[in-house]
């Protein structure tokens, strides 16, 4: 099975799916990491030289080409869910997780912001308002995750029940 972490920067997926791959004992794939690998470029260049959209088309194709293991964890970047029909994709191929945070916690999280070219030069007040709009614009993506959990203090083993269970009876789960 494909578990694939949804979410807005700064939530923690790369470090959650680390974590539930090593209590489950299988692969990680970061998707952002592979474009990086693939495209040659870092994220922060990949935009500078195709823009935005450049960026979103070929996060689309290596998202539906990657060659997956049977079962493994994706980390997905924050805004992939939110473009073409990818939340559908990730939903007809695997379990989708969505790590809920709110705007003021997810700016404590984001001081490294160098590498993520849409908040770079940002200061905390303009990242506070930018995330508060775009998470607004994109709650509507993330909410068609099949499992939506509070990743503020959440450890893995708590994801992994939710995780468990919701495999286990296969109905929409929240919780908080
Ligand atoms: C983006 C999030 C980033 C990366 C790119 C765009 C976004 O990934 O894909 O900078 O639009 O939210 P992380 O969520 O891993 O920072």
């Not at 689309?60 to 493994?72: A, D, I, Q, W």
């Amino acid at each position: 099975m494909k578990i694939f972490l949804i979410g807005y920067m700064g939530c923690g997926k790369s470090t959650k799916a680390k974590q539930l791959a090593h209590r489950l004992n299988c692969p990680v794939i970061d998707l952002d990491a592979e474009i990086v690998k693939q495209s040659g470029k870092s994220i922060a260049a990949f935009f500078e030289a195709f823009g935005e959209s450049g960026f979103r088309d070929y996060e689309s194709n290596m998202l539906k080409t990657y060659p997956y293991p049977e079962h493994c964890i994706v980390a997905t970047g924050g805004g992939l869910p939110c473009f073409f029909d990818n939340m559908e994709w990730m939903n007809e191929n695997g379990v989708t997780i969505y790590l809920q945070m709110e705007p003021g916690q997810l700016v404590s999280r984001l001081h490294n912001r160098q590498k993520r070219p849409l908040i770079k030069d940002l200061n905390d007040e303009e990242l506070l308002e930018f995330i508060k709009v775009k998470l607004e614009e994109r709650t509507v993506f993330y909410k068609k995750a099949r499992l939506i959990v509070n990743a503020f203090d959440l450890d893995a083993e708590h994801l992994e029940k939710m995780l468990l269970n919701f495999t286990q009876n296969s109905t929409p789960q929240t919780s908080d």
